[in-house]
């Protein structure tokens, strides 16, 4: 998995996956920040773009005056790797500490409670 990224570039990178086409251009990714309410200068953008280049979340590829963007990891690659980070460091790898924590620390609707209660059974299921 490629380095960590700031808050910054990880906002970047959302408005890019939830682009329904395979290549983002720069004024879909203004247009995105300022819909979110975090809208960035020109240059701070192409800073930020750069360093996602450099640390292996996009590739750019340049047609004439304009770059194209694309993702080389998807969101659930990045999640899955967040969580096993954050799995490691905060729960020493133990999934069931999480788990236990989201449920006595009231962390969960109902809903998402009887939504993770089917995936466990699904799961087992599978076994």
């Known amino acids: 998995m490629p380095q960590q990224i700031s808050d ?7 408005i890019i996956w939830s682009n329904p086409q395979e290549v983002t251009l720069f004024p879909y990714i203004m247009e995105g920040l300022t819909a979110k309410g975090k809208p960035c200068q020109k240059n701070t953008l192409i800073v930020l773009l750069s360093r996602l280049i450099n640390k292996g979340y996009l590739s750019a590829k340049k047609i ?5 963007y694309t993702a ?24 069931k500490g999480l788990v236990s924590n989201l449920i006595s620390g009231d962390l969960l609707t109902d809903e ?16």
């Open 8 to 14: 910054a570039e990880l906002e970047i990178m959302k």
């Open 64 to 68: 004439g005056r304009r770059n194209e």
């Open 72 to 95: 080389l990891i998807s969101e659930s690659q990045y999640q899955t790797e967040q969580t096993k980070t954050f799995l490691g460091r905060i729960y020493e790898g133990n999934a």
């Open 112 to 127: 998402e409670y009887e939504d993770l209660k089917k995936m466990l059974e699904k799961g087992r299921e599978k076994k």
